[in-house]
């Protein structure tokens, strides 16, 4: 390596490194933007559309919200004691039209708070399973608790998404 290119490649890591501590200093002039999720939670907004969820005790199964959706992503099937809604969640491009449409207001979109549902639920299902359950158990666990109501969450917010 000659002389030449020896202090070339100096004056790019020295530009380099000027970068970073400017950087470095600046911090504390900034906002922080790290949202420390299980204790923090984030500002979201009202409009924001997450997990589908129906009153199954008010629907009526009229299925306008499977004819209204764009890419076919509802289908009314057949339950126990009727018709209801199930939504095909990977298909689904959340534009509110079954929401809108429903002549019950019984569809919407509701937000589940993640931590406290998943560790109830698990422990719920572990302890109704001799401690060992699946990830499909956990998830038919969350469906059926979802849709009748007894699980905690908030409507119009943000949530995880799953057949119902």
């Known amino acids: 390596m000659t002389w030449i290119n020896r202090n ?18 600046k911090i504390g002039n900034r906002p922080v933007v790290t949202v420390q999720y299980p204790y923090e939670r984030m500002e979201i907004a009202q409009r ?8 199954k005790n008010k629907c009526i199964g009229c299925g306008i919200c499977e ?15 009727g018709w209801y809604p199930q939504v095909k969640i990977g298909q689904c491009m959340f534009c509110g039209l079954c929401v809108d449409t429903c002549p019950m207001g019984q569809f919407q979109f509701i ?3 993640t931590t ?27 469906r059926f ?20």
């Open 48 to 55: 924001f559309r997450g997990l589908h969820s129906v009153d």
């Open 116 to 142: 406290r549902l998943h560790n109830k639920a698990h422990k719920q299902v572990k302890q109704s399973k001799g401690g060992i359950i699946t990830f499909h158990q956990l998830l038919e666990y969350l």
């Open 8 to 25: 070339w490649l100096m004056l790019g890591i020295m530009k380099g490194l000027v970068v970073t501590i400017k950087h470095f200093f």
């Open 111 to 113: 937000h589940v708070i």
């Open 145 to 164: 608790n979802l849709t009748l109501g007894t699980v905690p969450h908030n409507h119009g917010q943000r949530g995880h998404g799953t057949n119902f």
């Open 67 to 81: 004819m209204n959706c764009p890419n076919n992503s509802i289908q009314i099937v057949r339950h126990n004691k």
